[in-house]
């Protein structure tokens, strides 16, 4: 019953922001091109629109004869990257976002361990067919960096995860709605999505839903991607993403959800802060407890990270 009303309530949140929202990617686009200058004596009809924006937030503490207790020493480093290029020629569009995101925290009690790690990788070719609609074919690659462990108490970390291990690859073709500079809703009905897990250690386990000893999982259904990018103030911004997929070869009712959220307001040129929220459920993900007492079964799996530090945008 939780599931169908998880699925529910995503489906429906999706709906309802299609009235009021935007891709992101089409407004980064249109940023930039308001930037940039184009020669006179350039009579071509194409373009390539390209830049990037990084983070860096560090943080250090430490304690000495500190009356109301606490961790000698502190030290964390969150980071994130995000680059575009974008191609426009008459009906043609194809953009191209790469979001990479690490972070790491070391203290006197827990010692050093990652706190976000992310790889994610979007390329989308659209032709415009009218009415705000694009013929489209979308591809994602989501993975990770380094390893990932749990560190449950007096024992041993566990390792859960590393590069590749898993990662989440779709080819998909459908449909892209566009209505205005904030909103962009991406449909398909016949997606193709593969679950990798390449560590021969995880394999062994039937890690993230692939069966035990195999790499690969492939999956058929129907994908849906909702953006959103809006201006909520001066120097505040809101992005939103939202993907839902629905297996048709395994339990369709079952949908998995990845929903990602960043809030960024800008102090100065050179200085911001972000606060992102990530939700991810995936009824094939058994969530660990410990690899000696066993898994907890499918549970909704959140992150949140706040930085505040160094921004550039190029």
């Known amino acids: 019953m939780k599931k169908i009303t998880l699925s529910i309530a995503c489906c429906l949140m999706a709906i309802g922001m299609v009235q009021a929202q935007n891709d992101w990617t089409k407004k980064s686009r249109e940023e930039m091109a308001g930037k940039i200058k184009k020669d006179a004596n350039d009579t071509t009809n194409y373009r390539w629109k390209k830049g990037a924006t990084i983070n860096i937030n560090i943080n250090q503490g430490s304690l000495n004869n500190w009356a109301a207790g606490g961790d000698k020493f502190s030290f964390s480093l969150g980071s994130n990257f995000t680059a575009f290029a974008f191609y426009k020629k008459g009906k ?41 609609w694009y013929l489209s074919a979308l591809f994602n690659i989501r993975t990770q960096f380094t390893d990932g462990y749990l560190y449950p108490a007096d024992t041993v970390p566990d390792l859960v995860s590393r590069f ?30 593969w679950v990798v897990v390449m560590d021969d250690y995880l394999a062994a386990k039937g890690s993230y839903g692939v069966d035990t000893g195999k790499h ?48 960024a307001l800008k102090v100065n040129k050179y200085i911001s802060a972000n606060v992102s929220v990530d939700m991810i459920y995936d009824d094939d993900v058994k969530v660990f407890e410990n690899t000696k007492t066993g898994v907890l079964g499918p549970r909704l799996q959140m992150k949140q990270v706040i930085g505040v530090g160094f921004s550039a945008t190029f």
Do not use: C, M
């Not at 010692?111 to 659209?126: A, E, L, N, V």
């Not at 449909?175 to 449909?187: A, I, Q, T, V």
């Not at 690969?216 to 839902?244: H, M, P």
């Open 216 to 263: 690969v999982k492939s999956e058929f259904g129907a994908y849906l991607s909702a953006n959103w990018n809006k201006t909520i103030a001066k120097n505040i911004t809101y992005k939103t993403r939202l993907d839902l997929y629905s297996d048709y070869l395994h339990n369709p009712q079952n949908i998995d959800v990845f929903w990602t959220n960043v809030l």
């Open 164 to 193: 590749f291990s898993p990662a989440y690859i779709l080819l998909s073709p459908g449909l892209d709605y566009k209505p205005n500079d904030e909103f962009s809703l991406f449909l398909s009905p016949v997606a193709g999505r």
């Open 92 to 132: 043609n569009t194809w953009d191209n976002v790469l979001d990479l995101a690490y972070g790491y925290v070391n203290t006197t009690s827990l010692g050093g361990r990652k706190s976000d790690d992310r790889i994610d990788f979007t390329s989308k070719y659209g032709y415009d067919i009218g009415k705000n």
